[in-house]
């Protein structure tokens, strides 16, 4: 298993050096990463993915980093009888002015703090 593998496919001065061993393990990880996520995708609809996705933008490391408006907006469309189209354009725009204000103080909360 030591010896090293020769590709039949490639000239022998481009082919990478590699061991049998190391291909045997390389190809049985692929397969067993294969299989999982098969399994992985199978747990889980599209419906359920949407929605982990959506989700991902309330995340709140790095300072909400990941936060995404559209993605906000479409988490509360998948919840119709909490949200009306009414309230669904006001959170637009009090999403939008929320970031301009989180924003705002990210760049002057500095001084502010040294007043409180």
């Known amino acids: 298993m030591s010896e090293m593998f020769v590709f039949s496919d490639r000239p022998q001065r481009k082919a990478p050096q590699i061991t049998i061993s190391h291909r045997y393990r390389a190809e049985l990880f692929c397969t067993v990463l294969d299989l999982h996520l098969h399994e992985l995708n199978n747990c889980f609809t599209e419906a ?10 309330l995340n709140p490391r790095n300072s909400f980093s990941t936060f995404e408006r559209k ?3 479409r988490l509360a469309e998948l ?8 309230d669904l354009m006001a959170l637009d725009i009090q999403l939008q002015n929320s970031i301009v204000d989180v924003l705002y103080f990210a760049i002057f909360g500095s001084h502010f703090r040294c007043y409180a």
């Open 48 to 57: 359920n993915t949407e929605l982990l996705l959506c989700m991902s933008c």
């Open 71 to 73: 993605k906000f907006i």
């Open 79 to 86: 919840y119709p009888c909490d949200f009306s189209k009414v």
